[in-house]
């Protein structure tokens, strides 16, 4: 069974994502001279924007959880967010952002953005990547899906290692064989991937507010 729902509807909190952080930037760094990022990373606790052409994600599912982390003055915070996790996923036309405001000795609000992908013949690749989605907008495809499972019956790759505490097992979630999206805009608060390759990239750190939509 395949089902196609559009932006504005229940679907609108799927997504794929690489966060970019500043705390992030000096593994980029070492992206930018290998031509790709293939390594484990986790980052948290700043809300950034992503958008995409598209997104093609193998084993797809989705349950509520909570995403922590700290605001930009070291206060602990927690937001409700939908995980989106996938087993493999490729990305086309990938731009992410986050902006930093008041930073010291004059600088300012400053923007980091993030593009990758931008040949549709070399996506971004990532490998069992689990994203925190508080909105996402996109025209969406579903193969095979599954609605109103238990998220603790949710199936390959299953609910986030290290992360069981903040889900509750019996909770409503939802799997497809494969998800399919296009015209992605999101935003989410973190993310953890095993392996994240991309080609093309490109970092830039812009002086005031200038997110990627």
């Not at 909570?66 to 937001?79: Q, R, S, W, Y």
């Not at 499972?149 to 903040?166: L, M, N, R, S, W």
Request: one cysteine or more.
């Amino acid at each position: 069974m395949s089902s196609q729902v559009r932006g504005g509807t229940r679907w609108k909190r799927f997504a794929l994502v690489m966060v970019p952080s500043v705390a992030a930037t000096a593994a980029v760094g070492v992206g930018l001279a290998q031509g790709a990022l293939a390594a484990s990373f986790s980052v948290s606790g700043q809300e950034f924007k992503v958008t995409a052409g598209t997104l093609v994600g193998q084993d797809f599912v989705q349950y509520g959880s909570v995403a922590t982390g700290k605001t930009l003055d070291g206060k602990d915070a927690a937001h409700a967010v939908a995980v989106s996790g996938f087993s493999d996923a490729t990305i086309t036309n990938m731009c992410q952002s986050v902006v930093t405001p008041n930073l010291p000795f004059g600088l300012g609000t400053v923007t980091l953005r993030l593009t990758a992908g931008t040949d549709p013949e070399k996506p971004v690749e990532a490998t069992n990547l689990y994203l925190d989605v508080a909105q996402l907008d996109a025209d969406a495809e579903f193969k095979n899906i599954d609605i109103g499972v238990a998220a603790g019956d949710v199936g390959k790759p299953g609910i986030q290692p290290g992360t069981e505490k903040k889900v509750n097992p019996n909770g409503f979630a939802q799997r497809a064989e494969e998800a399919k999206l296009s015209n992605v805009r999101q935003t989410a608060w973190a993310t953890t991937a095993g392996t994240f390759k991309l080609t093309d990239l490109s970092l830039r750190l812009k002086s005031g507010n200038k997110p990627c939509y």
